[in-house]
């Protein structure tokens, strides 16, 4: 699926969304997701303002810039080969995964 796709179809399904790796045990994540799907979308754009903004309004810190993104000029950005990565295409199809809340938070 497409990008837009994937967003839609997570939250299609009450309560989820298109993963969003926001904490140090989520991008723990990144070498299973990428072993597994080898590349995929999660929910994380880059805003007119130029920073990297979560699919729930949070945005990412220049820590987790510095350690977990490989370049920050595409305003799209997926997991691929254990880092997060841009694309550019946004009809480009990738795997993605749906993440419920649990207990009200991401």
Known sequence: MRFQEGKDHCARIPGFNLIMLKTER??????????NVKQGFINL?????????????????????????K??????????????REFS??????PFLCQGRILGTW
């Open 26 to 35: 989520h991008f723990s994540l990144m070498p299973f997701f990428s072993k």
């Open 45 to 69: 754009q880059k805003t007119d303002s130029g920073r990297l903004q979560w699919g729930d309004g949070s945005f990412m810190t220049d820590e987790e810039i510095e350690k977990h993104v």
């Open 71 to 84: 370049s920050t000029s595409s305003p799209l950005y997926q997991v691929h080969e254990g880092m997060i």
């Open 89 to 94: 295409n946004e009809n480009d199809t990738r």
